[in-house]
Each structure stands twice: as C-alpha cells, then as structure tokens.
C-alpha cells in the first residue's frame, strides 16, 4: 500500500509480486532443508525409499515428498487464523532454540580449531566461496518486513518497529556466524554437507549418526 501511494500502480505491482517470489522460494528452501535433516537423521532411508518406489528426477534425486507435506500443512496450519499461526509459529521458534542450544553445547567438545581452521588456512575456495555462502545466508534475513505491517498493532510504531527490526536481523546474524563457526571448527570444510550440515557434523565423529534408522 505504501508503494502504491508514493510511487505508483505500476512499481508497487512490482514490488508485491517480487515479495511473493521471495516468500515462495523462501517456503521452498526452508521445506526443503528440513526434509534434508529429516533424511539426515534417517541414514538417507527416506531417500533410498523414495528412489526404489518413484525413481530420481533426471537421475540425480527423487521428488521430495517430505518438502511438498512440510509445505502443504504449513498452508493448512495459516488457513486456520492468525491466533493458530503464531502459535505453531511460537512453538517452532522454541524448538529452533532449544536445537541451536543443544549444537552450540555439545559441539563445543568436539571443537578443533587447529586441524579444520589453521592447518587449512584462510579462504580455502577463495572469494567465490565466500560470495556463495553470502548469497546462502540471504535466506536468514528474508521475512523481516512483515513486522513492518504490524504498526498499527504497536503501541509506539515510530520508535517499537525499528528496534525489533534491528534486534531481529543482530539475533539471526549472531545465529548464523555461531553455527558456521561450530560447523567449520568440527567438520573439515571438504568434508561438510551440503545437504544437512549440522546432522551430518555429528555424525563425521560417530555421534547422534542414524538415530531414527531402523
């Protein structure tokens, strides 16, 4: 609405139709990594199933099924109201900590920063590597506009807004730089998955590796 009215029609359809796209693959690569960690935790027997029964896309990976439900119930659980939303919302931000706290403690026993940081040396696939993984962490800072749209509801949005904006982006940067930082510092960088790093971090030293293998 505020495009619409400062700019005009044509930049705010824009404007609303790149914040759909960012939303869409946004949900898509949030499903995705967590159907990445769900096969992690399962010794890959969910993608060794899906292959034997539906075959792979091109012959590199099958559908992923577990994305596509994680997506559909996430549409059903908004389809229920904002109340419930944020509910679930609330509960997978608890989990999301409770997980982040586990990593960073335990982790930090497995730690060696001289054989995966020193012996390796500095920027080992070069500013390539970097901008790569700066584009990746892109998707931690998508979202924050929507707290923009709760103005009306703050009770001081000049100043309240703002804050938590800032707050938000500190809280998700500090996230970001911990867990690479732990990641990096266990596994060896040649040996990091791209699939389900964190999991697999574990697993590289024969801890919590095939949990829900049966």
Not at 8 to 25: S, T
Not at 154 to 160: E, G, L, M
Not at 165 to 190: E, F, Q, R
Request: charged share 10%; glycine share 8%; proline share 4%.
């Amino acid at each position: 609405m505020y495009s619409y009215v400062t700019v005009g029609e044509f930049i705010a359809f824009f404007i609303g139709w790149n914040m759909v796209l960012e939303y869409l693959i946004g949900s898509a690569a949030s499903a995705a990594a967590l159907s990445a960690t769900f096969d992690s935790l399962s010794n890959h027997a969910i993608t060794d199933s899906l292959s034997s029964n539906l075959g792979r896309i091109g012959g590199k990976n099958p559908p992923d099924i577990i994305a596509f439900c994680i997506c559909i119930i996430m549409a059903c659980i908004l389809s229920f109201g904002v109340k419930k939303s944020v509910l679930f919302n609330n509960l997978l931000n608890a989990m999301n900590l409770v997980v982040f706290a586990f990593m960073i403690g335990v982790g930090v026993f497995y730690v060696d920063f001289q054989a995966n940081w020193i012996d390796v040396g500095f920027l080992p696939y070069g500013w390539s590597g970097v901008f790569s993984g700066a584009a990746t962490c892109f998707y931690a800072f998508v979202g924050f506009d929507i707290i923009a749209t709760t103005g009306e509801e703050a009770n001081d949005p000049t100043k309240s807004i703002p804050v938590a904006i800032i707050l938000s982006m500190l809280i998700a940067l500090v996230a970001y730089v911990l867990s690479s930082t732990m990641l990096t510092a266990i596994v060896p960088y040649y040996e990091i998955t791209t699939e389900a790093p964190l999991p697999d971090m574990f697993g590289v030293h024969g801890r919590f590796a095939g949990i829900m293998e049966w």
